[in-house]
Nanobody, 126 residues
Framework: VQLQASGGGLVQTGGSLRLSCAAS????????VAWFRQAPGKEREGVSC????????TYADSVKGRFTISRDNAKNTLYLQMNSLKPEDTAVYYC????????????????????WGQGTLVTVSS
């Protein structure tokens, strides 16, 4: 199982980026998918997650209203649309997946996820 993240880059404050995470195998088999990020000197934090058969995605408070997670099972790809980017969004972004359905309160916790992409760097300049 492999996840390949891409789409990072340098963008100015207020700009947008869309991250992609291509999955090997069948993306629809992953019942839990998520995006995490890690800024220099900080711990990895959950950004957004989706679980099969749940009401909808979960977002960290810091990105609500600005980021949108989505998945295209036909293309075996997970996306993170990031709008109104801020300098504090600068980090390496990682996609993660798990075949099992992660408990709702653990959705933004990295520990339940088994499969990880290699990370893609997002830099937001002020």
């Amino acid at each position: 199982v492999q996840l390949q993240a891409s789409g990072g880059g340098l963008v100015q404050t207020g700009g947008s980026l869309r991250l992609s995470c291509a999955a090997s195998g069948f993306a629809s088999d992953y019942n839990s998918v998520a995006w995490f990020r890690q800024a220099p000197g900080k711990e990895r934090e959950g950004v957004s997650c989706m679980r099969s058969y749940s009401k909808g995605p979960t977002y960290a408070d810091s990105v609500k209203g600005r980021f949108t997670i989505s998945r295209d099972n036909a293309k075996n790809t997970l996306y993170l649309q990031m709008n109104s980017l801020k300098p504090e969004d600068t980090a390496v972004y990682y996609c993660a997946a798990q075949f099992a359905r992660v408990l709702s309160y653990m959705c933004l916790d990295p520990s339940p996820y088994v499969y990880w992409g290699q990370g893609t760097l997002v830099t937001v300049s002020s």
